[in-house]
């Protein structure tokens, strides 16, 4: 048997999440940054707190209550923005060794910030080398900003217009076209794998071969980064999950 994978499960990621307490531009107490995912489904496993995950996709704008022990998700394509109702900690599971986080995201941010992915780098860099202060300043405006043109998405929609909503998604598209390789490298080595193998340990006990699980382990770790800002708030950080 040749197949074999001993990573996190299936190749998911996992980090911990407590969104932002900042006041957002329609008055929530709290709230994320409305973003979408161009290859991944996320889900959240609600652990603390109350709020709701607003979405949008062609199929309509939709508010999902979040409370302890609430577990959302949502598909590629899906715009979702965490609203914060007060103390809202998630525990979020992402699809390939946590490439929404390490790539796949595209903020809803105005056109002219969507036309390359240089310019839309900038608009949503927080930088590393200045205090908290500043970096609280760059995560807020970008959030905002994006909430800004979240509405508007969500006003066309609803208003029965899917033209914004579709150009959107396309400039999304465009702005990760040159990373799509490294995707699929991360995709191959993880969840790829991961399913291959499984699928190599199920023909052999059909075989009666039971090799494998002479390899049983055991893993564990702990975040190696705490408070990150993220897009929909401070997170803890788990690589490698």
Do not use: K
């Not at 496993?45 to 998700?73: D, I, K, N």
């Amino acid at each position: 048997m040749s197949a074999a994978y001993d990573g996190f499960p299936a190749a998911v990621g996992v980090s911990r999440l407590r969104v932002y307490d900042w006041p957002t531009v329609e008055g929530h107490p709290g709230g994320g940054t409305p973003h979408l995912h161009l290859t991944c489904s996320e889900g959240y496993v609600v652990t603390a707190g109350r709020g709701h995950v607003q979405t949008l996709a062609p199929s309509g704008y939709r508010e999902t209550p979040l409370e302890p022990g609430t577990v959302a998700w949502f598909t590629p394509g899906t715009i979702h923005r965490l609203v914060d109702d007060g103390g809202l900690e998630i525990t979020v599971v992402m699809q390939n060794s946590g490439l929404p986080e390490a790539g796949d995201a595209v903020l809803t941010l105005p056109p002219d910030l969507l036309t390359d992915p240089g310019t839309y780098a900038d608009a949503v860099r927080i930088p590393a080398d200045v205090p908290e202060p500043e970096q609280v300043d760059a995560a807020r405006t970008r959030r905002d900003l994006a909430t800004r043109r979240f509405l508007e998405l969500r006003g066309a929609t609803e208003g029965g217009d899917p033209g914004p909503l579709a150009a959107f998604q396309r400039a999304a598209a465009a702005l990760v076209r040159a990373r799509l390789d490294g995707w699929e490298r991360r995709w191959r080595d993880g969840a790829h794998a991961a399913a291959a193998a499984t699928g190599a340990q199920i023909a052999a006990l059909r075989g009666g071969d039971v090799r494998h699980l002479a390899d049983a382990r055991v893993a564990a770790t702990g975040p190696t980064e705490r408070g990150r800002f993220g897009m929909c708030g401070r997170l803890d950080v788990y690589p490698g999950i």
